[in-house]
């Protein structure tokens, strides 16, 4: 009975907007009277802190079940990445397999250039300024055909997907903007994944910037 | 003579004014200078800040342009040696395949744990075979040509019917279950064979889902036979009525399938 649930998240994810825990609530939460007590005893029983649990109440302890069905069932986790507004996305469970990721249209091309562009920002110091990155985006004018409106998918799409986290810098005018990893970023890949690209990329060790090697490191 | 005296005195006067104003002039002067050095050191230790804090960060110095480079090489550039008018402002001295980005496409998701996402009816995939699930032992009958996609021109429209969409390929599997169970009553079909698709794990997870449905609404049932593995078999609307396909209906069980496991 958990199916519903379960394909409103998958469907909400596939867009990768993160989903907020309300709309959850409004959507599901009636269909699911009767499994739900089967999913709270899932939950103590796993997690065996019965007092830590009851203390939570109904609804988190609801809420914690769901959390270990999904890497069970799907092989999926569900990550709180707000955990002020309680919103959550999906992420892959099992290790990154190699070509084995099932990507409709241009999802794999689109994860290339976020790549890339989070491994600028990274070696740059985890944050860089638009107008830093015109050299990459000298690279990819070119590839309009793919992308389409490049800016538009980095500056709204990867942002609202939470790839990318854009802030204004103070005082600047006309106004610069500065880039840097966003929430889905952080828990979908890691720096030494990133700092392992670039080292791919580049025909060198990792340790060869040894800065950022050490940040990768101290980031596990 | 009083005048005199007078102007001279005030000449004086303001002459010692005048002197008094330079020298007043001149604190002023420096003090505003130093003031101003005062500024500048801020300023300046700033900036020196900054610089060496930028090369601090840039200790390991990271080259963008040999990074963007590299990524070039990745994506198989072809250098030119003379410059094309066409490409010369955005790639200099050479121009990047058409499956440039698909070559960095085949590299990036290794590196991130991306949750797959759950599409239907694939039309988009040209190098996918069509074949959803694969069939070995058991049902050796079953022809291949039953799971192939049907790629009607709609279901491009079906990004905006999520819902439809899976109950439409819902609806496509138990044909395809009933097709095969028809032509073969008594050989059981294993569930694994039924939705295991040995080219890919995601479309495997994408099969269970989509079979969780039929269990959901009677539509098949999943039973356990000798070996204690799970076969599937659809469910006959009038087997729906009887009674006790109710009780027996509502039982869980976890499977857990990990890409080893399916590998």
């Not at chain 1, 992420?91 to 976020?114: D, F, S, T, V, Y």
């Amino acid at each position: 009975q958990v199916s519903e649930l379960v394909q409103f998240l998958l469907v909400k994810d596939q867009k990768k907007i993160p989903i907020k825990r309300a709309d959850m609530l409004k959507n599901i939460i009636r269909e699911y009277r009767n499994t739900y007590s089967e999913i709270v005893r899932r939950a103590d029983r796993t997690l065996q802190q019965v007092r830590k649990t009851r203390k939570k109440g109904k609804w988190g302890r609801f809420w914690e079940g769901l959390t270990i069905l999904f890497p069970q069932v799907f092989g999926l986790q569900l990550v709180e990445i707000d955990t002020k507004r309680h919103i959550y996305i999906l992420i892959n469970n099992l290790p990154r397999a190699e070509g084995q990721h099932l990507c409709r249209g241009k999802e794999k091309e689109k994860m290339g250039l976020l790549l890339v562009i989070l491994s600028f920002i990274f070696m740059k110091g985890n944050s860089v300024k638009d107008s830093d990155a015109t050299i990459l985006l000298l690279l990819l004018r070119k590839q309009h055909s793919v992308f389409g409106d490049v800016k538009k998918l980095v500056t709204e799409e990867f942002v609202r997907q939470k790839y990318l986290e854009t802030t204004p810098i103070p005082l600047t005018d006309p106004p610069e903007f500065k880039y840097q990893w966003g929430p889905r970023a952080e828990k979908e890949t890691s720096k030494k994944d990133v700092l392992n690209f670039v080292a791919k990329m580049q025909g060198k060790d990792p340790t060869f910037w040894a800065s950022q090697y050490n940040e990768a490191e101290a980031d596990n | 003579e009083n005048r005199e005296a007078m102007l001279n005195s005030k000449s004086n006067r303001l002459t010692e004014a005048l002197e008094e104003a330079n020298r007043l002039f001149d604190g002023v002067c420096r003090a505003r200078e130093a003031a101003l050095d005062a500024q500048f050191l801020v300023i300046a230790s700033n900036i020196g800040k900054e610089k060496a804090n930028e090369l601090h960060s840039e200790m390991s110095a990271f080259d963008s342009t040999a990074f963007a480079e590299d990524l070039l090489t990745f994506m198989g550039i072809n250098r030119t040696e003379v410059e094309d008018s066409d490409d010369s402002e955005d790639v200099p001295g050479g121009f990047l395949p058409s499956d440039a980005w698909q070559t960095m496409g085949e590299e990036a998701p290794k590196y991130f744990r991306r949750a797959p996402t759950f599409h239907y009816m694939m039309g988009s995939f040209k190098s996918e075979p069509p074949v959803r699930k694969q069939r070995i032992e058991r049902q050796k009958k079953a022809s291949r040509g039953k799971a192939e996609r049907a790629m009607p021109a709609q279901l491009k429209k079906m990004e905006e019917s999520h819902q439809e969409a899976t109950e439409k390929e819902v609806e496509r599997i138990l044909r395809i279950l009933q097709t095969h169970f028809e032509n073969d009553p008594d050989t059981p079909i294993s569930f694994f064979d039924f939705v295991i698709d040995p080219n890919s794990f995601a479309r495997t997870v994408e099969n269970v889902f989509h079979v969780s449905f039929l269990t959901r609404d009677g539509l098949a049932k999943i039973m356990l036979d000798e070996d204690e593995l799970p076969i599937i078999e659809p469910i006959k609307p009038s087997e729906g009525e009887e009674e006790d396909s109710r009780a027996g209906a509502r039982n869980q069980v976890v499977i857990t399938l990990d890409q080893k496991e399916w590998k």
